[in-house]
């Protein structure tokens, strides 16, 4: 461990935007306690004033202040953003390391419909999965999660079929092991890698995701603000108030290009193999 | 009859794998990668499994531990852990139900060849050799730790090699490991697996008095799988030499060095190396790959490699038969060859 952290700190970029990222999550989880002012809070008095002192970004169509509503769906998207992470990884390894171990007809079955899966759009599943189950914070992780587990699945299966080919899981099985046993001793602990590899490069995607739900309406609902729904309604100001737009726009390219680059140096650094191939 | 002595006694063994191909994954051919052994092994005895690469003896070892499921045949064997240490009944592993068979484990375990691949890189050694003692659920923690640091004594290894990780020690080291962990639920059979293929001679020689050690110390029984004859000529007191599947001649070390009845067995010796300048051997070069075991040969399997091949080895299948109190050979011409053996020495 502290092995990684001292390879993955020779990575000026992965440092740089590993800090970045950082920053955006503590900024999400003290969200209520640092914004300059209360988010829902409407003033028809200051509805579009553009950036100023007391609003740095600029006020909406009901005079909210827009870095405080930045901040705030900082927040949501994190929340949202990392428990669907977290659904598509605790549904997707298992699933995975089970029929990838035992293989058999449960493995094409279980394959042929994770490829089912990955045939629709990830963005037209979570809209059917939200239509179902409403636009609810749980439906959308739901939604998020569900949509990208099919990846955790095929990632999981490969991996684990290389390592139960490995002597030591013949070993274990000569003195008598069972399944549950090789899973979860000798299996999980050499593919964790790749699987963590694999989260950070979707969180991006997941972000992505999120932000494209709530811009079509799907996502949280409002007075929640959300990064994709706040977009949304700064394009019907688009002429009037462009400055509506920075703040949020600004927000998402700042996170999806963090965790993509953070992603990318976990990579590398996990698995210098790679890095000479580019 | 099975005699009082006999550990394992393995009857008409088999093992095919069938070849699929095609959408609907239909089985076109049968490799028959163990294809009709017998064996015995004695309490205390190393038999000695010798063969070329791809001829079917790692698969004759993993079957009989069932770490392969055999599709057919009889592996008796003499479990103390199951008949409840009367010592007296047989099991058929081949046949024993997955309780039996967890069971039947702790009296049978096996050595791998490839000490890499063999320990997992995510445990530490002590973990690595209790793992066995954990998975049968014998002994507590504590009690695990010491037995662990017992074996590792007894391989050769110090205690604080205990927490150390596998990377950090040479093929050797690593070899000795796998074999403290194949000790550590005091089995009476253990198949090596081309124990020591995999390590430099010098080492090679370490590893085999460490298993000779072993064997005295502990009351063990090898079925010492190899190709390298001067290897299995030191460890064995008997040795079966295996060709396509079958066993074609199997005798005592000395009986079969110095005198072996099969062709295939004399090229096998003619190809060992004498560590004497002036000794003149005449090789005799075996012609050609191992036929496929999917399309075997017909008749003799070896026929078409055999020096002294007439027309009755290309139709007939000869049958395993003895040629003396311990010597059984599988050739139509055992009685009228002469064949030479290696010079004893």
Redesign the interface.
């Given at each position: 461990m502290t092995d990684f952290f001292r390879r993955y700190s020779r990575d000026k970029v992965g440092v740089f935007f590993g800090a970045l990222l950082l920053l955006l999550y503590g900024v999400a989880l003290t969200a209520q306690w640092i914004t300059p002012a209360d988010p829902m809070a409407v003033n028809l008095r200051e509805v579009f004033s553009p950036p100023s002192a007391t609003h740095w970004l600029g006020t909406d169509q009901f005079g909210r202040d827009i870095l405080s509503r930045v901040i705030l769906a900082t927040q949501v998207t994190v929340k949202v953003t990392s428990a669907a992470c977290l659904f598509a990884v605790l549904t997707g390894v298992p699933i995975g390391m089970f029929v990838g171990y035992r293989g058999g007809w449960i493995e094409s079955v279980t394959m042929r419909a994770t490829d089912m899966l990955l045939i629709f759009p990830i963005i037209m599943l979570a809209i059917v999965v939200v239509v179902i189950s409403g636009p609810t914070e749980t439906g959308v992780i739901v939604a998020l999660g569900l949509a990208q587990a099919p990846q955790f699945v095929r990632i999981t299966r490969g991996v684990t079929l290389s390592i139960k080919e490995?002597?030591?899981v013949?070993?274990?099985?000569?003195?008598?092991?069972g399944w549950l046993?090789i899973l979860a001793?000798?299996i999980w602990?050499?593919i964790s890698t790749p699987i963590i590899v694999q989260a950070t490069l979707t969180l991006p995607v997941f972000v992505l995701n999120a932000s494209a739900l709530s811009y079509l309406g799907l996502g949280v609902q409002p007075p929640t603000p959300e990064w994709g729904q706040m977009l949304n309604e700064a394009k019907d100001h688009l002429i009037n108030a462009p400055y509506l737009i920075v703040g949020p726009a600004a927000a998402l390219v700042i996170f999806v290009l963090s965790a993509n680059l953070v992603g990318d140096a976990v990579q590398e650094t996990l698995n210098p193999k790679l890095k000479k191939r580019k | 009859m099975t005699a009082e002595n006999t550990l394992l006694e393995v009857r008409n063994l088999r093992k095919y794998f069938p070849v699929r191909k095609g959408l609907l994954q239909r089985t076109v051919a049968q490799i028959k990668a163990v294809d009709g052994v017998d064996l015995t092994i004695r309490t205390g005895e190393t038999l000695g499994l010798v063969g070329e690469s791809g001829c079917g003896k790692t698969t004759t070892g993993r079957t009989i531990?069932r770490?392969v499921e055999p599709t057919g045949g009889e592996i008796l064997f003499r479990g103390r852990s199951l008949a409840g240490d009367t010592d007296t009944a047989m099991t058929d592993v081949a046949t024993a139900s997955p309780a039996q068979?967890?069971?039947l484990?702790?009296d049978m375990?096996?050595i791998?060849q490839?000490p890499y691949?063999?320990?997992?890189?995510?445990?530490t050694v002590g973990e690595?050799v209790g793992?066995?003692l954990q998975?049968?659920g014998l002994m507590s923690r504590s009690e695990r730790m010491a037995r662990v640091l017992d074996l590792l004594g007894a391989v050769g290894l110090s205690a604080d090699h205990a927490r150390r990780y596998p990377h950090e020690f040479s093929g050797g080291q690593r070899q000795r490991i796998?074999i403290a962990?194949a000790l550590?639920?005091n089995p009476r059979l253990v198949v090596a697996d081309e124990p020591v293929s995999a390590l430099d001679v010098s080492i090679q020689a370490q590893v085999i008095n460490l298993l000779q050690d072993l064997q005295e110390q502990f009351g063990l029984t090898y079925l010492f799988i190899a190709h390298d004859l001067s290897v299995v000529k030191h460890i064995s007191n008997r040795v079966a030499v295996m060709y396509l599947g079958k066993i074609v001649e199997l005798a005592d070390t000395r009986e079969l060095f110095g005198n072996p009845r099969h062709p295939y067995t004399e090229a096998l010796l003619s190809a060992v190396p004498v560590a004497d300048p002036d000794f003149k051997v005449e090789r005799i070069p075996l012609e050609g790959d191992v036929p496929s075991p999917v399309n075997p040969p017909s008749g003799c399997h070896f026929h078409p490699r055999c020096r002294y091949a007439q027309d009755v080895c290309r139709t007939e299948p000869p049958a395993y038969r003895a040629v003396g109190q311990t010597h059984f050979v599988s050739c139509h011409r055992a009685d009228e060859l002469s064949l030479r053996g290696m010079r004893s020495s």
């Open positions: 490995e002597l030591y013949e070993a274990a099985i000569a003195a008598g092991s046993h001793r000798h602990p050499n | 531990l770490l068979i967890k069971l484990r702790r375990q096996i791998f490839d691949s063999s320990l997992d890189p995510r445990m690595i793992e066995p998975i049968q796998g962990r550590a639920l």
